[in-house]
């Protein structure tokens, strides 16, 4: 069996130039949900999967590359077969940890072994507030949302866009939202995998932006994108596309199927894991047989749905044990692992803080390195919250607290539980919220990387941007 993923090399040799002490570690074990030979077998049927069954992929690039490295392609069809020894030793070349660049070198955050990065809510279609109410997100709430993004220490990096700009075109909202994460924060941010156009737009902007050239880039993966499998078990045109333009310039892959029990995947939760896992290993073996070594990441996203009506359920105990399982299968393969804080709470009350406290105990204890969502879910990802964000940073930071060493929490520094300033936490959440926008500062940014910015993204839109019929 491969290794479990955790770095053998003691904690201080392993802190990489540049981080600070602002991303936590974990000092406990993570939690085993399922004995070994359970994992071997969801293991054993995912690899059966991929060999009777396959996997249609809509991209003929993709399935020329696969087809040249010794899967099976079918007559006719966008299916392809894969070898299990095929899959097993392109995922072996998957590294078990990395680090990602940011153009600040003290936001630069680490991946795998013991580390933790909590990232903003990302790809909401509508946001919300007390004051505004629900709403379709426009470039001002993405602006705001970013800045919020960057003001909070315990918020790692941005996992996709907050909320969708809809106000701004789809060929050209890339440029835009990219060029407003390289102005508005200093932290690492992903690309969308919407066309491989996009994936090289912002492969570009972010070189620009850390004011590099292309060697170092590649040498220094400086940005993500999030992959979902259309489950079950397709991977469409788009996805792969975004995989392969990713992993050719050493850029980070997060595989992520989405697979909810009982809707794309089989009702029950072992089934549901291992078409999880059959889309994982195919999607992460893409990536290695593209360029092997290149930084990826083992998403987890199984959970269920209501069985009445259909809709998504979050912080459900089907969910916990997906993602302690999830856990369990990255470490199985020496992968970091990326999973999610989410809910299905309508309103920021206590079904939104107790669904979000189980899932970050599970992502927590399931040994996730990337923590998507961590702040703003709601309404099972419908909308991103300006109040819920502020209520999960308090969450974070009391993670942040417990992960400290020792195991000593220490105070919120968001402060929302402690505040006097009335009784109504909504409400007090809200003012924080302000305040924080209120005091916002633009991280510094080079003229000269500025202006070589809007130039690129000038070209760009006068070409027409990008291709929407997907």
């Given at each position: 069996m491969p290794g479990t993923g955790a770095d053998e090399t003691s904690r201080s040799d392993r802190v990489p130039a540049g981080i600070t002490d602002m991303q936590p570690r974990r000092w406990m074990?993570?939690?085993?949900?399922?004995?070994?030979?359970?994992?071997?077998?969801?293991?054993?049927?995912?690899l059966q999967v991929l060999e009777e069954i396959g996997l249609d992929v809509l991209d003929a690039e993709a399935r020329a590359i696969l087809v040249a490295a010794g899967a099976e392609a079918?007559?006719?069809t966008p299916r392809i077969r894969f070898d299990r020894g095929l899959v097993l030793d392109a995922v072996r070349h998957a590294p078990a940890t990395f680090t990602m660049h940011a153009r600040n070198p003290a936001r630069h955050v680490r991946f795998g072994g013991d580390w933790l990065a909590f990232a903003v809510m990302g790809s909401a279609p509508n946001c919300s507030d007390?004051?505004?109410?629900?709403?379709p997100g426009t470039r001002a709430d993405f602006q705001d949302l970013v800045r919020l993004g960057q003001a909070f220490d315990v918020l790692h990096l941005s996992g996709g866009y907050p909320v969708e700009p809809i106000d701004l075109h789809p060929r050209i909202r890339h440029l835009d939202a990219t060029a407003d994460f390289i102005r508005l924060t200093d932290k690492v941010f992903p690309v969308y995998s919407l066309g491989a156009e996009r994936n090289r737009d912002g492969i570009e902007m972010v070189r620009i932006a850390r004011g590099i050239d292309t060697a170092t880039l590649e040498r220094e993966?400086?940005?993500?994108?999030?992959?979902?499998?259309?489950?079950?078990?397709?991977?469409?045109?788009?996805m792969a596309q975004g995989i392969i333009e990713m992993a050719r310039h050493n850029q980070v892959v997060v595989m992520t199927p989405f697979t909810l029990a009982g809707a794309m995947a089989p009702v029950t939760l072992a089934g549901a894991l291992v078409e999880q896992n059959a889309e994982a290993l195919a999607g992460i073996a893409l990536a290695q047989i593209v360029r092997p070594g290149a930084p990826v990441m083992y998403g987890g996203f199984t959970s269920n749905v209501d069985m009445k009506s259909g809709a998504p359920a979050f912080g459900t105990p089907e969910y916990m044990k997906a993602t302690l399982i999830g856990g369990q299968l990255a470490r199985r393969y020496a992968i970091p692992y990326r999973s999610s804080n989410t809910c299905a709470a309508n309103a920021v009350d206590a079904q939104a803080a107790y669904e979000s406290v189980f899932s970050l105990w599970s992502v927590v204890m399931g040994g996730a390195s990337f923590v998507k969502h961590a702040a703003g879910w709601?309404?099972?990802?419908l909308t991103c919250?300006?109040?819920?964000?502020?209520?999960?940073?308090?969450?974070?930071?009391?993670?942040?607290g417990l992960l400290a060493t020792g195991g000593t929490p220490t105070p919120p520094r968001v402060g929302l539980a402690a505040r006097t300033d009335g009784p109504d936490l909504v409400r007090r959440a809200q003012r924080i919220w302000k305040e924080t926008l209120a005091a916002y500062q633009p991280p510094p940014l080079d003229p000269a990387i500025a202006e070589?910015?809007?130039?690129?993204?000038?070209?760009?839109?006068?070409?027409g941007g990008v291709r929407t019929d997907y």
């Open positions: 074990p993570p939690q085993d949900a399922i004995s070994a030979d359970e994992l071997e077998a969801i293991h054993l049927a995912s079918s007559a006719g007390l004051e505004r109410g629900r709403r993966p400086s940005i993500m994108t999030i992959i979902n499998s259309s489950s079950p078990l397709r991977l469409d045109a788009p709601m309404e099972g990802g919250s300006f109040e819920k964000l502020v209520l999960d940073v308090e969450l974070l930071e009391i993670v942040a070589e910015l809007d130039a690129f993204i000038a070209r760009r839109k006068e070409a």
